[in-house]
Nanobody, 124 residues
Framework: QVQLVESGGGSVQAGGSLRLSCATS????????MGWFRQAPGKEREVVAA????????STADSVQGRFTISQDNSKKTIYLQMNTLKPEDTAMYYC?????????????????WGQGTQVTVSS
């Protein structure tokens, strides 16, 4: 089992930046990929970005392309989501997620572990 703990959320004005962190613990060697999802009130949970733990390959949703960057620090067993040029529509609860089997972290059905979430609020 893998435990995920997010941090770094908060309130910022439009155009600002935040960096989310997701610390992992447990049997992290079994993780195939990790991702960041978000869910706004009244909306479905959606993927924001994903990273493949073995080769570091990343993918990012079109809605945040060029503004958000996912990365990992294997020595700290932590993944990050750097969010720049934030917009009010980025307001949501952000969740860290891990998949043991893949083939990708792009679909909720592939996710095996979730963090508790961290709130991001962007004001105009």
């Amino acid at each position: 089992q893998v435990q995920l703990v997010e941090s770094g959320g908060g309130s910022v004005q439009a155009g600002g930046s935040l960096r989310l962190s997701c610390a992992t613990s447990g049997y992290t060697g079994s993780v195939y990929c990790m991702g960041w999802f978000r869910q706004a009130p009244g909306k479905e949970r959606e993927v924001v970005a994903a990273i493949y733990t073995r080769n570091g390959g990343t993918s990012t949703a079109d809605s945040v392309q060029g503004r958000f960057t996912i990365s990992q620090d294997n020595s700290k067993k932590t993944i990050y989501l750097q969010m720049n040029t934030l917009k009010p529509e980025d307001t949501a609860m952000y969740y860290c997620a891990a998949s043991f089997r893949g083939p990708s972290c792009w679909q909720i059905s592939n996710i095996n572990s979730w963090g508790q979430g961290t709130q991001v609020t962007v004001s105009s």
